[in-house]
């Protein structure tokens, strides 16, 4: 899998007694409909490696929609079988139109079963070719985003610490940080705020900030 970092909060099936499943991020129902995401990657997969203060290593999931490169769904275990990607997956495709395609890279951790559920849910699998990451571009960029913008900076305790960091990032993200491609706009679209007092509200320890008007000017 491509080298990232994720995270999780919501209850889903997990692959063993150890492992702990996903945080769903999408937007309450009258957002962006999913079956307007664009063709070439309805999804987006990442998964990668996180190490710890004591030198356990995390391993960390993100489901990104190509269309807006809104993050959908994240998750983190220390035991990524195929069995707990493919759960992922289930727990994700909560929406009223399932995805057409997935796009991701040919790591061996996928396995069978993962294959075979995606076929079940009706989504179409997509592997890039061998050595060729610019094939999921908007995915590696997000990985080095997370990285430069979040645990390059932190240290990460445990697993429940990481989710915590990685849902106050992926907030941020989808929220507030802007796109020059979307007109500075966040994947979540936001109204313009052209007048009021300059308030700043720190996210992730003041590690970034959010500025928006309040009031009258």
């Known amino acids: 899998m491509a080298s990232c970092s994720s995270s999780a909060s919501r209850s889903a099936r997990p692959a063993s007694p150890n492992t702990w499943s996903?945080?769903?991020?999408?937007?309450?129902?009258?957002?962006?409909?999913?079956?307007?995401?664009?063709?070439?990657?309805?999804?987006?997969?990442?998964?990668?490696?996180?190490?710890?203060?004591?030198?356990?290593?995390?391993?960390?999931?993100?489901?990104?929609?190509h269309g807006r490169r809104h993050i959908l769904w994240f998750g983190v275990t220390a035991h990524p079988t195929p069995e707990w990607i493919a759960n992922q997956v289930t727990e994700a495709c909560g929406w009223e139109q399932v995805p057409c395609y997935l796009i991701r890279d040919r790591d061996g951790a996928y396995g069978e079963v993962f294959i075979r559920r995606l076929r079940s849910i009706g989504i179409r699998d997509r592997p890039t070719s061998p050595r060729s990451p610019w094939q999921n571009a908007y995915a590696e960029r997000l990985i080095g985003s997370i990285r430069r913008e979040c645990l390059d900076h932190l240290v990460v305790f445990s697993e429940r610490h990481l989710r915590h960091l990685l849902l106050s990032y992926i907030k941020y993200y989808n929220e507030m940080r802007t796109h020059l491609s979307m007109e500075k706009d966040a994947p979540v679209p936001r109204a313009v705020e052209r007048a009021g007092y300059i308030n700043c509200r720190p996210v992730l320890g003041g590690l970034h900030h959010q500025y928006g008007a309040s009031g009258k000017a």
């Open 22 to 65: 996903g945080e769903d991020t999408r937007r309450p129902k009258g957002g962006e409909p999913l079956s307007a995401i664009t063709l070439m990657g309805s999804l987006r997969w990442i998964c990668s490696v996180v190490p710890t203060i004591s030198f356990r290593l995390l391993y960390g999931l993100v489901i990104m929609g």
